[in-house]
């Protein structure tokens, strides 16, 4: 499956923006779907996730800011990202796992929050 993001950009900090990351196939079957974000000389950090029943998972450092969801007709699952802070600038990647052990990610795309 090939997964295609966009939605990035930059905003003021207090603002929005909505990622989306679009697969190639169908999403009904896959185990899991999500968010990383990685900054420059840190590791990535799981932003959020959803699973196939429906249930949520967010970082701490995002909870009740961010919205991951899932529109399995577009085969799309989006971020809805709010009252962005300076420290959310990062590049984001979006995952499916098709499986336990199947991976996919897509291209990161840049968020960028001014102070």
């Known amino acids: 499956v090939q997964l295609q993001a966009s939605g990035g950009g930059l905003v003021q900090a207090g603002g929005s923006l909505r990622l989306s990351c679009r697969a190639s196939?169908?999403?009904?079957?896959?185990?899991?779907m999500g968010w990383y974000r990685q900054t420059p000389g840190k590791q990535r950090e799981l932003v959020a996730s959803i699973i196939r029943g429906g249930s949520t998972d967010y970082a701490d450092s995002v909870e009740g800011r961010f919205t991951i969801s899932r529109d399995s007709g577009k085969n799309t699952v989006s971020l809805q990202m709010d009252s962005l802070k300076p420290e959310d600038t990062a590049i984001y990647y979006c995952?499916?796992?098709?499986?336990?052990?199947?991976?996919?990610w897509g291209q990161g795309t840049q968020v960028t929050v001014s102070s």
């Open positions: 196939g169908s999403i009904s079957s896959f185990v899991r």
């Open positions: 995952y499916v796992d098709r499986s336990l052990s199947t991976r996919s």
